[in-house]
């Protein structure tokens, strides 16, 4: 099913709506829990992401999968700024995603008196 998560951010990217709403069981839910926000219905989610504002981007990183789910870690690029993010995907009996969560972590500072566990600090933090 890794194929299915890959699939779906591919037809992101390239906006093909009708072949990422395809990968979409009908009673799909999308939820972001930093914000919320819960999306249920393919017609829905699908709205939601071709009306996304501004010039956005992905590139997958990584996808683990198995037949009843998977989690991507995605780079995505909105309006020039980049962040990474987490989503977790759950499959249904036909195999289609019934349920997306997406984690997009804010950035923070980090916390001081752990110096000496790091073995390399990252400057894109």
Not at 18 to 26: C, N, P, R, S, Y
Not at 73 to 95: N, P
Not at 100 to 114: A, L
């Amino acid at each position: 099913m890794t194929s299915v998560i890959e699939e779906f951010w591919r037809n992101a990217e390239a906006r093909d709506w009708a072949a990422f709403a395809a990968l979409l069981a009908e009673d799909v839910v999308y939820e972001l829990p930093q914000t919320g926000e819960r999306i249920t219905g393919r017609q829905a989610y699908l709205k939601f992401n071709v009306e996304y504002p501004g010039d956005w981007h992905v590139e997958v990183q990584r996808v683990h999968a198995d037949a009843t789910g998977g989690a991507s870690w995605i780079g995505a690029t909105v309006a020039g700024e980049h962040q990474h993010a987490l989503t977790f995907f759950r499959f249904d009996a036909a195999g289609l995603i019934s349920e997306v969560i997406d984690f997009w972590p804010e950035p923070y500072e980090r916390p001081t008196g752990r110096e000496h566990l790091v073995d390399v600090e990252r400057s894109d933090h």
